[in-house]
């Protein structure tokens, strides 16, 4: 079941990261040490910014995603922070997290989803473009001092995948 984050939920979204950040270093700009040094005040605010659904599964926080304002693009927002449990992998709790970002998207009238990702993480770049994100050419590096890991950039272009996602986003939650 995806629930979306609230306030006060700070404590629940420190828990996850740090794990998605220990677990899957190489994937996110963030690291586990910057990240285990912020404060409550500060994961709170990321939940008041940043719109956050995680996986809830027996009880427990086991993926999530969420989405932010793209940076120079009106129209466009970011999937980011992307992680599934080990334990919950291979039977679509992404989907199901990225279809919930794409709603959120749609909500506030975005025409495109961009994210980046690791050139070597394949898992990730063949559920993204399953789900309909396409390679746009552009290129860029994890902040330094990694700045050795690639990444890609994808867009998903919202008006042209409505029914597949939102297909896929049932059968992933099911
Ligand atoms: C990428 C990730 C979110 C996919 O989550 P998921 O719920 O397993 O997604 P899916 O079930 O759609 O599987 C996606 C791909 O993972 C691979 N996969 C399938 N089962 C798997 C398993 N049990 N364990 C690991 N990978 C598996 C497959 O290549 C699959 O693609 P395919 O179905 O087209 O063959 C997850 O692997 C993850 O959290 N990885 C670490 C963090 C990360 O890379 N985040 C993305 C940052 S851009």
């Known amino acids: 079941m995806i629930e979306r984050l609230r306030r006060g939920d700070g404590a629940r979204l420190r828990a996850i990261r740090l794990r998605a950040l220990a677990d899957a270093p190489e994937a996110f700009g963030s690291t586990l040490a910057e990240s285990e040094a912020r404060s409550v005040v500060e994961w709170e605010a990321q939940i ?29 927002g970011y999937l980011i922070s992307m992680w599934v449990a080990p334990e919950a992998r291979g039977r679509g709790v992404a989907d199901a997290l990225v279809g919930e970002v794409v709603a959120w998207a749609r909500g506030r009238g975005l025409r495109r989803l961009v994210l980046d990702v690791g050139e070597h993480n394949v898992p990730a770049r063949r559920l993204y473009g399953r789900l309909g994100f396409v390679a746009t050419g552009g290129t860029g590096t994890l902040p330094g001092p990694r700045t050795h890991l690639r990444e890609v950039e994808m867009v998903m272009e919202l008006a042209e995948s409505r029914g597949s996602v939102t297909a896929r986003t049932v059968d992933g939650a099911g």
């Open 48 to 76: 008041e910014a940043l719109p956050t659904f995680v996986w809830r599964e027996g009880g427990a926080d086991l993926g999530m995603v969420r989405g932010a304002p793209h940076d120079s693009d009106l129209d466009a």
